[in-house]
């Protein structure tokens, strides 16, 4: 038989026999098989653990579209556990047959610091850029949200790490408002200058029409011109009729003096 | 044909004059010998003598009725003048040369001529260059060619300011944002705001300068431009007396794109601190008084 085949009918056989395997009775038996309370708590330790463990991946994200889901997910998370621990509250008072007083006072204080633990979650280091709706269309500044107050009071979690992040942070957003001043001085100046430039080519657009109908027009005598003067030319230079008028002449002249020397 | 220009000048003299026996006097040949004379003079340096004999020639073009060769001799003589610093005649000459462009109708060069006559008169005679500069865009504007004129009024603009006379020179600037409105060239229209403010302030007028805001703020083009924001943040500036922030409008680019002469006044621009301050203290009296 295949591989694939073997390994559903070992799942299958481990299925059957599951109640026979101590490692997980084990676990069962301490994640409260007597009572909701323990059961509900059991699963928000475990969601707690992993909230923790994704706010440590968090920070060490480097590639910001990632973090930033990340981020958005902890707080889901967050919210949604916070939203469970009343809950849990509830089923922590019920008394329970098979428990003391004392354990019903712990598991009271269980609910509370587990809550207390789900709150001091960092929602992470990186606080959001607030774009502020400005009413003058020029008025567009950033990091409206953030006042450093917040971020120097006890809101985050600090650490050295963080107080480095912060640091390094600052100084980046510095040289980045450094470098758009500049640019932005940049864009003014071409600006004037391509409104200039729009201004001069109109100023300049009727003169060039001037320009272009005088010269079509002198274009125009000039091949009237052209044409008359290759006629001329053309008459001029047919050597034929040029001959032919000479021999006319001289055979006039020629008759001219015949009648001249006979009419003596 | 002799070569030499006094020759030329005495025998085309000659021709002009009407004699017993010469009874219409020979325009053509004459203008043509005072050309020939003028040349002359010209090339042996002796410019007197050379603007005296393109003066004939102009009048013999003139006679002919070519105003167009007329205004050009015109022109020269007026460029001989102004070398040797004859200025009264530049102005006349011209002037006339303008005239015989406006015969010819052709009103740019008209306005060119008197242009380059209120330049060379700058210097030395301000109140003159700015009536040519005046009638220069007086002809323009008739033509209909406002935009050449932009030129002229910045150029009259900043003989004001030369000569201290800030309300004129701001009200320059306003027939320049007139003309630029005519057709429709905003950048130079709201650039001529800004710069008639930014006049108004050297002179340590600030009510006739909010005035002006307030009137250019009417117009839509100026409204929504770069320089609408430079100049309210100087009038705020200037009303609560804040000497970073006036200083550091001047230096903005906006600024930095107008004029050279208007530059310059607006870096010095607080013009004495007290003013500042005393309009403030202006605004508080009020304050109490209406209290």
Redesign the interface.
């Known amino acids: 038989m295949g591989l694939v085949d073997l390994i559903t009918r070992v799942d299958s056989i481990c299925k059957k026999y599951e109640k026979y395997d101590l490692d997980k009775q084990r676990e069962a038996n301490i994640s409260g098989d007597d009572d909701a309370f323990s059961r509900l708590y059991s699963s928000f330790e475990s969601a707690l653990e992993t909230l923790l463990q994704k706010t440590e991946d968090f920070s060490s994200e480097t590639n910001r579209a990632k973090a930033v889901a990340m981020n958005a997910e902890i707080r889901r998370t967050k919210a949604r556990l916070l939203e469970g621990v009343p809950k849990l509250q509830r089923l922590a008072l019920k008394k329970v047959k098979g428990l003391s007083h004392e354990e019903l006072d712990v598991r009271n204080d269980l609910v509370l610091s587990l809550r207390e633990k789900i709150e001091d979650l960092p929602e992470g280091s990186v606080p959001a850029n607030g774009w502020t709706a400005s009413t003058?269309y020029?008025n567009i500044r950033f990091d409206a949200n953030l006042s450093d107050d917040r971020v120097d009071s006890e809101y985050f979690q600090r650490t050295e790490e963080s107080d480095q992040f912060k640091q390094e942070h600052e100084m980046r957003r510095v040289k980045q408002d450094q470098g758009l001043d500049f640019i932005?001085?940049g864009l003014?100046?071409l600006?004037?200058m391509a409104?200039?430039i729009?201004?001069e080519l109109?100023?300049q657009e009727p003169l060039v029409d001037e320009i272009d109908s005088k010269i079509d027009r002198a274009a125009t005598d000039l091949k009237s011109t052209n044409v008359r003067l290759k006629d001329t030319v053309t008459k001029l230079r047919s050597s034929r009729n040029f001959c032919i008028d000479i021999t006319l002449l001289c055979i006039l002249l020629g008759i001219a003096a015949f009648i001249y020397n006979s009419v003596k | 044909m002799s070569s030499d220009p006094e020759k030329m000048m005495s025998k085309a003299d000659k021709m002009t004059k009407l004699t017993l026996t010469r009874w219409s006097a020979d325009w053509r040949g004459a203008t043509e010998l005072y050309e020939q004379a003028a040349n002359g003079f010209r090339a042996s340096s002796k410019y007197e003598k050379a603007k005296v004999a393109l003066e004939k020639a102009s009048k013999g073009q003139e006679m002919q009725s070519s105003p167009w060769d007329a205004a050009k001799h015109m022109e020269s003589a007026a460029a001989l003048a102004q070398k040797l610093s004859i200025w009264n005649e530049v102005a006349d000459f011209y002037r006339k040369a303008s005239e015989l462009y406006v015969e010819c109708g052709r009103a740019q060069p008209a306005s060119d001529a008197l242009g380059k006559a209120a330049r060379a008169l700058e210097e030395v005679k301000p109140e003159d260059a700015i009536q040519l500069y005046t009638d220069a865009c007086e002809i323009l504007e008739e033509d209909g060619r406002d935009q050449m004129a932009f030129d002229l009024y910045r150029a009259c603009a900043s003989v004001y300011i030369k000569l201290e006379k800030f309300a004129d020179a701001a009200t320059f600037f306003l027939r320049l944002g007139v003309a630029a409105d005519k057709c429709d060239a905003t950048n130079s229209q709201c650039k001529a705001y800004l710069s008639a403010i930014i006049v108004y302030l050297y002179g340590h007028d600030l009510k006739q300068a909010e005035k002006c805001y307030n009137d250019c703020s009417q117009i839509d083009a100026f409204l929504k431009s770069d320089q609408n924001r430079t100049a309210s943040r100087l009038l705020t500036a200037y009303n609560e007396g804040d000497i970073e922030e006036i200083k550091k409008v001047a230096c903005s680019s906006t600024v930095n794109n107008l004029d050279h002469a208007i530059i310059k006044l607006a870096r010095k621009l607080p013009t004495g601190d007290v003013t500042a301050v005393q309009m403030n203290a202006g605004d508080d009296l009020d304050e109490d008084d209406l209290t």
Request: aromatic share 0%; hydrophobic share 5%; no cysteine.
């Open positions: 003058s020029t932005a001085e003014d100046t600006k004037n409104q200039d729009n201004e109109d100023r």
